[in-house]
């Protein structure tokens, strides 16, 4: 990741290094030692910083100075999950430490270690030598889905993560969950939505088993390490994790993959021309996780139901004056596809 020196005149990098200073002396990290901060990214969602210190290399992560409500819980929430995976075989941050005083740097924070690669999210996609041996793109997909396989299998109640989701009754929730969502800030009509709403209720899976969900998965939540082959380096980004049926997962990353026969150039942020298709990652991912896979279609239509909600939030916002993103302009027409194409797999699916 691309790091800046954190200066006053890039007022959403800022940080008080001399309380970080004496914060990380308490921990015992490194104490006494000069604190070098760096600024890596930020915006509306988090602020993330490079923190280097007696030679050791961390990353701290909180949120903007302007806290939404309820970012401090989630930075919470997103650390015991990160502490809940040390010692596992998922790729992810090490968890340092937290700090819930918001005295201290204007909210809560924590510190992770920093990992090595890189993310197609800060590279403006793909990364030599996977720009032009497209032989190699297809492990970068088989790693994405290998992620969550192994994320799904962890046991969470030996990593501590009891109470950290509500797994009982997942799938009843979803549908009125959502929709409960979209009624606080609905201002049009979308089509497909109910239909793939009704469809949702009647097919709810039968038989399958808790375990961590990412939440938002996807290659920008990912990072790979440098060179060939590809290698999964760190899942990211848990501000969305909970506990409940880890297929949802699959879903997020099957709702908008292309398949051979699609324009795969100008597929979101990512070109995947010569990556797998869906049918291929699906078998990959029963493959490791050893999960039954066969209701496959139940996931990403979910997926996409709640995407298309997410989405319209956003764009709500934007429609209102109210959204900070110029992105969110764009949302319109992608709720609107991303909701007739649930409809569309629940009306030709054969579950």
Known sequence: MTETPATPETPEAALDTGALAHWLDDQGIAP????????ITGGTSNDI??????????????PPRKVPPGRNETMLREFRVLKA????????????????????????????????????MNTDGWVEPFVSDLSLRPGLAYQLVEGIARLGNVDWRAQGLEGFGRPDGFHDRQVDRWLSHLATFRFREIPGLDSAATWLRA?????????????????????????????LAALV????????????????VLMGWPDADEDRTRKGYVDYTGMPDRADLIEHYAKVSGKDVGEIDYYVILAR??????????????VKGEGGNPKM??????????????AELAATTRL
């Open 32 to 39: 006494g030692e000069p604190v070098e901060v760096s600024y």
């Open 305 to 318: 139901f709640k995407m298309a909600i997410v989405l319209e939030g956003g764009y709500a916002r934007h």
């Open 203 to 231: 097919h709810r899976p039968g038989h399958w088993a808790p375990g961590i969900i990412h939440g938002d998965y996807q290659f920008a939540n990912v990072m790979f390490r440098h060179g060939a082959p590809a290698r």
């Open 237 to 252: 980004d848990f501000e969305m994790s909970t506990v409940g049926d880890p297929l949802l997962d699959l879903g997020w």
């Open 85 to 120: 995976l040390n010692g596992t075989d998922v790729p992810h941050p090490e968890a340092i430490a937290v700090c819930d005083d918001t005295s201290v740097l204007g909210s809560t924070f924590y510190l992770m270690d920093h990992v090595d690669g890189w993310s197609p």
């Open 329 to 342: 302009a764009y949302y319109g027409d992608a709720v609107l596809d991303t909701a007739a194409k649930a």
């Open 49 to 62: 910083f490079g923190v280097r210190r007696g030679g050791r290399r961390m990353v701290l992560r909180k």
